[in-house]
């Protein structure tokens, strides 16, 4: 696993969101109180774009079908919505961010 720089820290303000390609993975920064969490930009339901979601504290909803994820885990905390069909999904993929200065980099 190696880690690559992806912006600095001045870039992504707090609650703020910002998407960024990383050695060919597309990936989704935030900034929650100061501290910074990275997950795939896209949703593994059916690849909704998150950076098009609705960010409310350390909750993403995904812009398609309504699923939303805990931005510091990862984790799904409710499933798609269909119509009347209640879904299950994935949790999302998170990388690991270190703070290196004014730097911040991604683990991939
Ligand atoms: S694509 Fe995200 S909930 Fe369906």
Redesign the pocket.
């Known amino acids: 696993m190696s880690s690559m720089e992806i912006a600095k820290v001045g870039d992504i303000p707090a609650g703020r969101m910002k998407s960024f390609t990383a050695d060919g993975k597309e990936i989704l920064v935030f900034n929650y109180e100061g501290k910074f969490y990275a997950i795939g930009r896209y949703?593994p339901?059916?690849?909704?774009d998150?950076s098009q979601g609705k960010l409310e504290g350390k909750t993403i909803t995904?812009?398609?079908?309504?699923?939303q994820f805990d931005i510091t885990t990862g984790r799904c905390l409710v499933?798609?919505k269909?119509g009347p069909l209640k879904l299950s999904?994935k949790d999302d993929t998170m990388y690991a961010v270190e703070v290196e200065g004014q730097s911040l980099r991604i683990k991939i």
């Open positions: 949703c339901h059916l690849h909704g998150l995904c812009p398609r079908h309504g699923s499933g798609p269909i999904t």
